[in-house]
T-cell receptor
Framework: DSGVTQTPKHLITATGQRVTLRCSPR?????VYWYQQSLDQGLQFLIQ???????AKGNILERFSAQQFPDLHSELNLSSLELGDSALYFC??????????FGPGTRLTVL | GQNIDQPTEMTATEGAIVQINCTYQ??????LFWYQQHAGEAPTFLSY????GLEEKGRFSSFLSRSKGYSYLLLKELQMKDSASYLC?????????????FGKGTTLSVSS
């Protein structure tokens, strides 16, 4: 158990809908990262927040957005969902080092 | 661009030694991680190399050559539970933060 929690574990929704994925980092970690993992693409970095501020951005679609709240939990919002958005979404957190610890993931299925 | 290459699949037998190679070409380099991932589960941290050389941790060792853009993960005394995907990831600077750029992973199958 990495200490990073994610909810929900599974999410099934329809195309065009909007969902919110939630992540709580390890106690004391200020950085939160979001990744998408699909079968053909592997793990893709989406975005990093540090103590409430956006710090780094990967190939995150404009339909996706994220934020980190004062209590350091983070949410990833996915809107206008498409079939291709079906994937595992992981959150990771780190302290002052670069080592990232991953949560159990949210499996999103878009029908 | 960012490119990280590792073999797609490898097989080995229990008790053997296996070496998983990783080559990278990235814009910036702050370090290299190896993660283990069982199907449908979270990646778990194995090793972190920042400087050239070999880092040993129990049955697992990782080597880095920054001048060659090359790393390998060495697994000794293989066990069935080592069957998993092994991910090579490079830490790159990204705006005011960092990002992990992952290879597509090497699926290792250990047989008895």
């Amino acid at each position: 158990d990495s200490g990073v929690t994610q909810t929900p574990k599974h999410l099934i929704t329809a195309t065009g809908q909007r969902v919110t994925l939630r992540c709580s980092p390890r106690s004391g970690d200020l950085s939160v990262y979001w990744y998408q993992q699909s079968l053909d693409q592997g793990l893709q970095f989406l975005i990093q927040y540090y103590n409430g501020e956006e710090r780094a951005k990967g190939n995150i679609l404009e339909r996706f957005s994220a934020q980190q709240f004062p209590d350091l939990h983070s949410e990833l919002n996915l809107s206008s969902l498409e079939l291709g958005d079906s994937a595992l979404y992981f959150c990771a957190s780190s302290d002052t080092t670069d080592t990232q610890y991953f949560g159990p993931g949210t499996r999103l299925t878009v029908l | 661009g960012q490119n990280i290459d590792q073999p797609t699949e490898m097989t080995a037998t229990e008790g053997a030694i296996v070496q998983i190679n990783c080559t990278y070409q990235t814009s910036g380099f702050n370090g290299l991680f190896w993660y283990q991932q069982h199907a449908g589960e979270a990646p778990t941290f194995l090793s972190y190399n920042v400087l050239d050389g070999l880092e040993e941790k129990g049955r697992f060792s990782s080597f880095l050559s920054r001048s060659k853009g090359y790393s390998y993960l060495l697994l000794k005394e293989l066990q069935m539970k080592d069957s998993a995907s092994y991910l090579c990831a490079v830490v790159t600077p990204n705006q005011a933060g960092t990002a992990l750029i992952f290879g597509k992973g090497t699926t290792l199958s250990v047989s008895s």
